[in-house]
T-cell receptor, first 110, second 117 residues
Framework: AQSVSQHNHHVILSEAASLELGCNYS??????LFWYVQYPGQHLQLLLKYFSGDPLVKGIKGFEAEFIKSKFSFNLRKPSVQWSDTAEYFCAVNTDKLIFGTGTRLQVFP | KAGVTQTPRYLIKTRGQQVTLSCSPISGHRSVSWYQQTPGQGLQFLFEYFSETQRNKGNFPGRFSGRQFSNSRSEMNVSTLELGDSALYLC????????????????FGPGTRLTVL
């Protein structure tokens, strides 16, 4: 069965620190990959997505992710986090349905 | 353009009761998916409807059911509620471009928080 693993459950950073959140998936076929973010009290919203082409994708708010097919990974990065990035981040894979990871809670302190 | 709306936003029920949750997709969106979000299990796919037909289903018991109407609005029903059904139920809609092989982005609603006592 398809699955998504997010290795970091809770990450605490200071402002201006760099961020990398891990995401690995298990599926042998063609996948579409997503990162969603859920800010406190807000809806889930799309950060970025990968369908095909350049494996380095850029999303909103300075986030980017790199698809490495050989490692079945789609890690999320941001060079310098802000307090407003405090949220829960979900990696997701679509095959015939959208499968989410369990999420990573990011806390950024000023 | 109005986003995905879900009603009610909060619901308290007791064990054994049944509940119906409603979702109105973004205008023009024909696909509606439902998810259950809990602290322990994260986001789990319940089912997807497209043109009034269930197109995909997750691994939930038959107590969880849904339907979609001709205007793309969707409802999900949970019968014989259990304590473990307490969760945030999220609805998401997507446009489904004709002839497109690309996955269409899903837009999520605010959710219905169900508490079962």
């Amino acid at each position: 069965a398809q699955s998504v693993s997010q290795h970091n459950h809770h990450v605490i950073l200071s402002e201006a620190a760099s961020l990398e959140l891990g995401c690995n998936y298990s599926y042998g076929g063609t996948v579409n990959l997503f990162w969603y973010v859920q800010y406190p009290g807000q809806h889930l919203q799309l950060l970025l997505k990968y369908f095909s082409g350049d494996p380095l994708v850029k999303g909103i708010k300075g986030f980017e992710a790199e698809f490495i097919k050989s490692k079945f990974s789609f890690n999320l990065r941001k060079p310098s986090v802000q307090w407003s990035d405090t949220a829960e981040y979900f990696c997701a894979v679509n095959t015939d349905k959208l499968i989410f990871g369990t999420g990573t809670r990011l806390q950024v302190f000023p | 353009k109005a986003g995905v709306t879900q009603t009610p936003r909060y619901l308290i029920k007791t064990r054994g009761q049944q509940v119906t949750l409603s979702c109105s997709p973004i205008s023009g969106h024909r696909s509606v998916s439902w998810y259950q979000q809990t602290p322990g299990q994260g986001l789990q796919f319940l089912f997807e409807y497209f043109s009034e037909t269930q197109r995909n289903k997750g691994n939930f018991p038959g107590r969880f059911s849904g339907r979609q109407f001709s205007n793309s609005r969707s409802e999900m029903n949970v019968s014989t509620l259990e304590l473990g059904d307490s969760a945030l139920y999220l609805c998401a809609s997507s446009r489904e471009l004709a002839g497109s092989t690309s996955y269409n982005e899903q837009f999520f609603g605010p959710g219905t928080r169900l508490t079962v006592l």
